[in-house]
């Protein structure tokens, strides 16, 4: 009998010790999800800036062609 002991032992601390390690690794994967959620959110965001930016680009160029073309007129009026 005294022999079991010391095996009933060691198999009681690995029993504790994988559920540790477990119980560890789960959180380590929860932090990685929420941080995996933070950058997808973060990549969203830019992706969505860069969007409204280049429209933004756009509409000013725009503007800035009739800008063009109302001082060429004005410039002809002023000549004549």
């Excluded at 009681?12 to 950058?39: F, R």
């Excluded at 000013?60 to 063009?68: A, D, F, H, K, Q």
């Amino acid at each position: 009998m005294p022999a079991t002991e010391p095996l009933q032992q060691f198999a009681n601390a690995t029993t504790v010790t994988l559920t540790e390690i477990t119980k560890n690794l789960g959180q380590l994967a929860l932090w990685l999800q929420a941080i995996g959620i933070l950058i997808i959110l973060w990549i969203a965001f830019n992706i969505i800036s860069l969007v409204n930016q280049i429209i933004k680009r756009k509409k000013l160029s725009i503007i800035e062609n009739r800008l063009e073309t109302i001082e060429r007129k004005l410039n002809k009026l002023i000549k004549k």
